[in-house]
């Protein structure tokens, strides 16, 4: 929340999107103090589902899916903080339209590849088509602010994940599978609820003596949502490749998926 011209070592408040915190409370360096720290879970989660991918060998596409996540997450950190209207005005203009908007369209279209690409009978069609689209977005995006386009196109690209990921649910017996799929669920509604109150009472949140930080929380539930959605989907990719998965915790308390390949699969 901007009061006015503030003075920092990145110049200036010019962000046209400000979330429900004073800027530079906290930090000369740190716009968003909250916001910005509450990107760091989200970080260290993809870091361990990419660690546990890596050593089993998943696939490389939930390896590329983990460090979607955590690219998203600091160039979010980065954007709060302000340093990206730093970089962006002076190394790449052609940017300045689409801040964290273009990864998370990019993200997306990986969860649409990991979804419904078991199932696809040319093989090849999928990621050709879906990176074309991917390019031409980033390019379009780069000239053209979307502003509340963005956002339909966004949702109506969520949407169409739902369907396959109810079908995965559905078919899968694991009971601890399906309550990752449940807690996924939570995440998302808990989350988009504190991103909600933030959003819509900012006013009344300011005059109180401690604010709660929703846009923060949101940001800490959606990295445990994340993390839980690809552990999910590595799950129901291990039951359709046959590699034996299991949901184990971590310490009794982070779930992650064990696997057990075929000796014919070893090296694979």
């Given at each position: 929340m901007a009061g006015g011209v503030i003075s920092s070592f990145w110049g200036p408040v010019t962000s046209t999107t400000e979330c429900c915190e004073k800027n530079y409370a906290y930090s000369f360096y740190i716009a968003e103090f909250h916001n910005t720290i509450?990107?760091?879970?989200c970080i260290v989660l993809a870091l361990v589902?990419?660690?546990?991918?890596?050593?089993?060998?998943f696939e490389k596409r939930f390896s590329v899916l983990h460090i979607s996540n955590m690219i998203l997450a600091i160039v979010t950190g980065c954007k709060l903080n302000r340093c990206l209207l730093f970089v962006r005005s002076r190394l790449l203009p052609l940017l300045q339209?689409?801040?964290d908007e273009t990864p998370m369209v990019w993200e997306m279209l990986l969860y649409m590849y990991i979804l419904y690409s078991p199932d696809w009978h040319y093989r090849s069609t999928m990621p050709i088509f879906l990176f074309l689209y991917g390019a031409a977005f980033a390019a379009v995006h780069s000239v053209v602010r979307f502003?509340?386009?963005?956002?339909?196109?966004?949702?109506?690209l969520c949407l169409l994940c739902v369907p396959r990921m109810y079908k995965y649910y559905i078919y899968t017996r694991d009971a601890s599978a399906k309550r990752l799929a449940k807690m996924y669920v939570a995440t998302l509604l808990i989350g988009t609820f504190c991103w909600l109150f933030d959003r819509v009472f900012c006013k009344e949140i300011s005059s109180w003596p401690v604010n709660p930080q929703g846009h923060a929380l949101w940001h800490v539930f959606?990295?445990?949502n994340s993390y839980l959605a690809n552990t999910f989907l590595m799950f129901c990719r291990a039951?359709?490749?046959?590699?034996?998965?299991?949901?184990v915790h971590f310490m009794g308390a982070l779930p992650y998926v064990k696997i057990e390949k075929?000796?014919?699969?070893l090296n694979k």
């Open positions: 509450s990107n760091i879970p589902g990419l660690i546990n991918a890596l050593r089993q060998r339209q689409q801040s502003g509340i386009g963005f956002k339909v196109h966004y949702v109506i959606m990295g445990f039951q359709q490749r046959g590699w034996s998965p299991r949901v075929p000796k014919a699969q």
